[in-house]
């Protein structure tokens, strides 16, 4: 009732985390998708219109394009005329105090000079820097003069060729009044009287900052103001056309007045519905196919957290993709999405999951069949490419097949639909080139999905299995017993996984790793002992906790080495909850009058949970058997690996792995052939008699003498 109970709770929190991914995973692909239809009237600059003939529902105005419109107000800021305000007051107001700031520094002379050139200055016309280098920019340097008279503005238009800035003012005064040898000699223009001359040069001539942003604004109406009008039922766009810029702003403002004409909030709501269902089902149907085809994925929090999270974040790249770069969906490697699943999956579900990605990405695809028909094309050559990642080198030739499948693609569809190549464009292909480059650097993202889910890649447990690893080298070096076991173990079970469809790189690597922990106290094992057994002396239950000890032993030397998770269910499973029978049975025969505990010679467990650590289990209790027997015929070995699988099974060892009496079998006839291929029987070579071996020297001795004497011939 219990376990009932527990399972019950174990379900409910799968179903609560699943149902929780869901909703999360539709909410935020629905908060990064247009709100609005733009399923029907999705479009690119400079791209061909994927659709029918489009015509105006209404009449509707002919906007300039922004390229356009940008130059004419450009040409705007550049040409137009400002306004200024004369002062008349100006000149004689700063001449007059020009004179009272240098009354008592300066000789009469030199005040009386200085203030009529101070008059031409401002006769010419005296502006702040701003207006000086504006009117200069102009090719005709022109200032609009307002005047005010009885409530009536008049404009003028005066030429500002002539106008001087503060600092070229000062330069012309300067410059006119060295042209006075004899007075500029006597009195220099400096010290005091050049500070009173800059402070009195403030401009006559104003900006009229009202008139300025007032016909400014008239100008830049005139500029917005529409080109023309097309009329309802005329021609937006036709199918094939490229989207100019004008057609691109013609179609901003068609879908513009179409949102305000229809009923915009309802029809987005049911828009946003249709949204979220479309989402719901694709995930629905993923969500399905585990249910039913792939259960343990389905059960195991983890991998669904990472199957929808990579799924969703793939799709909003897309989206954003889509809504900020020309052309961004195709930038992203969607076949990256297979290639990662099926690492730490398997090549259906990587297949499902592609399936999936692109549907939803499709939502915003201008040319939805085009896109599908590209990304499921590209993404099941890649997958079945590479079919076991165990090398850098398979990406960069699935990079390459998917480059050459994409521009076939390409071509195929563009034939298909436009009936030619004419809109041909090799800047669309530098995308492909771009997205095979991509794609070639998804070993660093199975990386980065390794350390943060901790799932283990086939290239990890190749690397792993390299016995030059300073874990297997150092087994090799004090326990060359167990390493011999190790590998004899790793043969027979990689072996038999191969034959029953098992994770065979799994089971190899596991089976390297699965007495580790016998390095703690290695002459305790029987493989490497040579004369001397430290059991010999210690009662049966001392000594099966030394045997049990290199469970935990290893577990601990696994968390140091850093080995996944993977590799130690292999420390702990391959004994699984059985019993060190051996000792067991002696303190049974030495005390039959005592009930032995037999929980004290009982290892740890679990019992095998996956196929491969089952698979483990039997290789590493029949290989060890195998050593004890004295006859190696086929029949001895039949019986032999018969006895042990059945006895584990028989010890209800294999019941909490998925792993059916067939496989079972197969194992069984695996491991048969396997060993009696080790343990066949040689031919003894026979040895020569005496007199055969005298009568072959000397027949030897005759062919080289006969051999000399038809060289010496040749040489005669």
Known sequence: MASTKTDRSGRKKIGLIQAGLLIMAT???????????????????NQPWRYQLLTADFDMPIMRDSTSLGRIRDSIAQNFINFVKLDPTVADTQIERFRKLTSSTAAPAQVAEVSRLLRQVYDRGLTSVQIYNRTRAMKTPRLRVSAEM??????????????????????????????????????PLDGEVAKALNLCLVPNYVSDTENNEKFRSQEEIVANGAL??????????????????????????????????????????????????????????????????RYQFYTNWKKMCF???????????????????????????????????????????????????????????????????????VGIVATFSI?????????????????????????????????????????????????????????????????????????????????????????????????????QVSTLASEAARAIGANTQLVRTGALYHDIGKL?????????QHGVNPHVGLNPETSAQKIISHVTSGLQLASKAKLPEVIRNFITEHQGRGITKYFYNTAVNQNPDMDIDRSRFQYPGPNPQSRETAIVMMADAVEAASRSLKDYSQASIDALVDKVIDGQSEDGMFKEAPIS???????????????ATIYHSRVAYPELKKSSVEQAKKSSAEQAKDTSSEGAEKQS
Request: proline letters at 3%; hydrophobic letters at 50%; aromatic letters at 14%.
């Open 27 to 45: 909410a935020l692909i629905l908060l990064i998708l247009p709100s609005t239809d733009h399923q029907s009237y999705t479009y690119e600059l």
């Open 150 to 187: 009885n409530g009536v503005t008049s404009v003028e238009t005066i030429d500002a060729s002539k106008m001087l800035g503060p600092i070229k003012a000062y330069d012309y005064i300067d410059s006119a009044y060295r042209a006075h040898p004899s007075l500029s000699a006597t009195y």
């Open 228 to 293: 023309g009008v097309i009329k309802r039922g005329q021609r937006i766009v036709d199918r094939g056309e490229i989207v100019t810029p004008q057609i691109f702003t013609n179609l901003n403002t068609y879908i513009s007045m179409l949102e305000k004409n229809n009923d915009t909030a309802g029809k987005q709501t049911y828009f946003v519905i249709g949204q979220a269902l479309y989402i719901l089902m694709i995930f629905g149907v993923l969500y399905l196919y585990l249910h039913l085809y």
């Open 307 to 377: 199957l929808m999270v990579y799924i969703t974040l793939f799709v909003v790249a897309s989206i954003l993709m889509f809504e900020f770069v020309p052309g961004g969906l195709y930038f992203l490697p969607f076949a990256a999405v297979p290639v990662i699943i099926m690492i730490f999956f398997d090549s259906r579900t990587a297949v499902f999951a592609l399936m999936v990605t692109v549907m939803l990405a499709s939502l915003v695809a201008v040319d939805p069949l085009r896109f599908i028909f590209l990304q499921l094309s």
């Open 387 to 487: 079919h076991q990642l165990s090398q850098r080198s398979q990406l960069l030739r699935t990079a390459g097949l998917t480059f050459v499948v994409y521009v076939l693609g390409y071509i195929a569809m563009s034939l298909l639909n436009e009936g030619n190549l004419e809109n041909f464009q090799w800047t669309v292909i530098g995308i492909f080139g771009l997205n095979a480059v991509a794609l070639s650097f998804a070993y660093i993202l199975m990386l980065i999905v390794e350390r943060l889910f901790g799932f283990t890649s086939v290239v990890t447990l190749v690397e792993l299995s390299d016995i030059n690893n300073p874990l297997l080298r150092r087994l090799a070096e004090e326990a060359p017993g167990t390493f011999q076991h190790s590998m």
């Open 520 to 528: 703690e106290s290695p002459i305790f094992f029987t493989e490497n």
């Open 661 to 675: 009496y067939r496989d079972v079998e197969t194992v069984k006839d695996t491991f048969k052939r396997r060993l």
